[in-house]
């Protein structure tokens, strides 16, 4: 990473819950002051904190109202929706994207909406915002629950507001990799009272549960580092920013590589740097440029999943439920008819084996090494 991570007050944070002698999560401990300091940071009613991101996917998915016979819209870049929606019976479906972004396309979610659609998942994917107005007024319209993945997208504007805010819960995640980390842990929020009791009651129970319920309680160790995180988090981010733009220079003057587009009204939370490769339609050899990429001997993906998510074998084989047909098939519940078949998001199929990316949470000093690789390896594959 581009800056110390531990090196504000964690350890002070560590050693009070330690002499307190109480580890479990509690309202009146750290878990209760990181969820007041996370809600008053995104300006809203409720935070809800548990120990992973994944965890409060499959409890939103049960507060939108989605369970058996119900539809819940994924994006087909990423599958962690899509597993949450399993988690509760639910059956996974897919808006594609769009060409330039490899964000959600409100018009591809208004036209995969169905009477059985209880909630939209739409990612901020790799630190840039879809378009949360568009999609949050698809939403309204369909009287159906927006939920927001902001894995990748902390403290991220759009048009105004934070990324989190616009629909009505928004996920953040801190496993290692995340602008700010607990180690693994997540949190929700939400300005929606109902919404907020649902997923809290589900996400932790206590003697006896009011619904199906876990216990997906964030400890008060991983609390106390998520304060400490949160007070420096901006400035992680903005260190990220100086490193995307070093790598976004990199580009410049390459017709057969194509930059990922930031919209007006769009910010960047940098998380993973992306572009695709558009060198076949340039006479450029894929595999000369992957050797001369991967020669610079620093991290580069080439093709990310290759697929979308609904072709994974988990999802186009009943592999949830013990192998029995659940959700998708032979659900008595089920009134409608859903294909994982090619051609579902032909824009989420043309991009995937095109994408190239690499980590931008680096520092300025790192990014700008990885920049001189990147331009080398353009060099070299130009000149065959």
């Known amino acids: 990473m581009g800056v110390d991570r531990f090196d504000g007050k964690e350890l002070e944070y560590l ?90 396309d409100p018009e591809s979610a208004r036209a995969n909406i169905t009477p059985q659609t209880k909630a939209i998942f739409v990612t901020n994917l790799w630190g840039q915002p879809a378009e949360l107005d568009a999609l949050k007024r698809v939403a309204d319209e369909r009287k159906v629950v927006l939920i927001e993945d902001c894995a990748h997208a902390m403290f991220l504007p759009y048009k105004g507001r934070y990324a989190g805010t616009w629909g009505h819960v928004g996920i953040f995640s801190f496993c290692q990799g995340k ?60 260190e990220y920013q100086r490193a995307y733009a070093q790598l976004s220079a990199a580009l410049e003057g390459c017709a057969w590589l194509q ?42 993906n080439v093709g990310f999943t290759q697929v979308p998510a609904y072709k994974y074998k988990l999802f186009t084989h009943p592999l949830a439920y013990q192998d029995k047909g659940c959700p998708r098939h032979q659900c008595p519940y089920y009134e409608g008819s859903y294909e994982y078949r090619d051609g579902l998001c032909p824009t989420a199929e043309a991009v995937l084996p095109r994408l190239v990316n690499t980590n931008c949470m680096v520092s300025e000093e790192t990014a700008k090494r990885v920049a001189e690789g990147l331009r080398r390896a353009i060099e070299t594959t130009e000149k065959g």
């Open 179 to 238: 602008h700010m980390t607990t180690g693994d842990g997540g949190m929700a929020i939400t300005d929606d009272d109902e919404l907020a009791a649902r997923i809290r009651s589900v996400t932790c129970f206590g003697e006896s549960p009011p619904h199906l319920a876990t216990v997906f309680r964030m400890t008060e160790m991983q609390a106390a580092i998520g304060l400490a995180q949160l007070e420096r988090v901006k400035g992680y981010i903005e």
């Open 15 to 104: 050693g009070r819950i330690l002499s307190s002698g109480s580890l479990a999560g509690r309202g009146d401990g750290f878990v209760g002051e990181l969820e007041r300091a996370f809600a008053e940071a995104y300006g809203v009613q409720h935070a809800i904190a548990a120990n992973a991101a994944m965890s409060l996917l499959i409890s939103s998915t049960f507060a939108a109202g989605a369970g058996a016979g119900d539809e819940v819209l994924c994006d087909p870049i990423v599958q962690f929706h899509a597993i949450g929606a399993l988690w509760q019976n639910a059956i996974p479906t897919w808006a594609d994207v769009c060409a330039d972004t490899w964000l959600m």
């Open 259 to 300: 930059p990922r587009a930031i919209r007006e009204g769009c910010g960047n939370s940098p998380y993973i740097f992306s572009f695709l490769y558009r060198g076949d339609e340039h006479g450029i050899d894929l595999d000369a440029f992957k050797q001369a990429l991967f020669a610079t001997g620093d991290y580069w």
